[in-house]
């Protein structure tokens, strides 16, 4: 009965109805009346959830470019220190253009879009190259200047999403002067992720890699986990050095029968380190069966082969970053990913 006053009252045409057929206990029409208001009640708050929801749903992407995400993880080594071709060690690590080069072409595609992981074998800290942070390859080649900037790192060490991956340190010489010694602040250990997790698989390069990778079955098992799980495997410079030993699981190794490139004995040669380089890539790869390419030194040289993507130097990165997104974008040859 209660109910029933409470509509009578808020419900001016529902009353007029009431008296006008003589009803004074109308149970039926009482019920009809609470099912219509609270059906009102229930499409104005759906209504109110919708607008709430234009104004504060921010998804990172698109629903559409979210559906079609890759994952990518980058490889670098852990080697801080190398042999100097004059005698003793110098230092050394990631060739930081070779990471960020294809860093900023896979975080800005649009389709397919990029998630990218860092890794190393060990975890943790990984050396970055100190001449590799504001050489200019092309500048380089041309001119000799070693700090020309680089584009590519000038804003991986200043973009919000990247430059707290990188730490600087300040470092005393023995001459007594200082020396900022840069490094990736923390990457993840090879062995707490699956590379068959992941939609590519990218070995970066650095005269340090050549002295980790080949020796180490973390990097060539990733890399045979990947292309065995039938990912992308992709390196570039010395970091193609991860391809040598990596096999296949009839025992064949993975680059048999491939076209591949990476740092070549001139460029080795140009720089003077021949005589401490452990692997000469050049020499290497035919010795595996496979096809090797190079270009002019210090020239971009990148090489597809199927579900392989190799970068002959850094020169190449960003080549080989574009080859990687062609790829997932379908340009890069029908049939590819059946490799």
């Known amino acids: 009965m209660r109910i029933y006053q409470w509509c009578v009252k808020h419900d001016p045409v529902y009353a007029r109805e009431f008296s006008d057929a003589g009803l004074s206990h109308p149970r039926t029409e009482v019920l009809v009346k609470i099912a219509k208001l609270l059906l009102s009640l229930a499409m104005l708050l759906v209504l109110s959830a919708g607008a709430l929801g234009a104004f504060t749903s921010h998804p990172s992407v698109p629903s559409a470019q979210a559906a079609s995400a890759r994952r990518a993880l980058f490889v670098v080594s852990n080697i801080g220190d190398i042999p100097a071709p004059g005698g003793g060690q110098r230092a050394s690590g990631v ?19 990029f998630t990218i992981d860092i890794a190393s074998p060990n975890g943790g800290p990984s050396a970055i190259d100190g001449l590799s942070v504001k050489l200019n390859i092309d500048d380089w080649r041309s001119t000799g200047v070693t700090d020309s900037g680089n584009p590519s790192n000038e804003r991986f060490l200043s973009d919000p999403e990247t430059r707290d991956l ?20 923390n990457t993840v250990p090879l062995a707490s992720v699956n590379p068959a997790d992941y939609d590519v698989v990218f070995f970066v390069g650095g005269n340090a890699a050549i002295f980790q990778f080949p020796n180490d079955e973390r990097v060539y098992g990733a890399a045979s986990t990947a292309y065995d799980a039938g990912k992308l495997v992709s390196a570039v410079c010395h970091g193609t050095s991860a391809l040598l030993e990596a096999r296949l699981p009839d025992g064949h190794y993975l680059v048999a029968g491939r076209r591949v490139t990476g740092f ?18 050049e020499d290497e790869f035919p010795l595996r069966g496979a096809t090797y390419t190079a270009a002019a030194p210090f020239t971009e040289h990148v090489v597809v082969d199927g579900r392989l993507i190799t970068g002959q130097q850094p020169a190449s990165g960003h080549g080989v970053g574009e080859a990687i997104v062609d790829y997932f974008a379908g340009s890069a040859g029908a049939g590819a990913a059946a490799a």
């Open 95 to 113: 060739w930081l253009a070779e990471l960020t080069d294809a860093y900023w072409v896979l975080h800005d595609a649009v389709a397919p879009h």
């Open 264 to 281: 070549s004995n001139a460029e080795e040669d140009m720089l003077g380190q021949r005589a401490v380089t452990p692997v000469l890539l």
């Open 166 to 185: 990188i730490q600087i340190d300040t470092v005393p010489q023995a001459d007594g002067t200082l020396q900022q010694r840069y490094s990736f602040r």
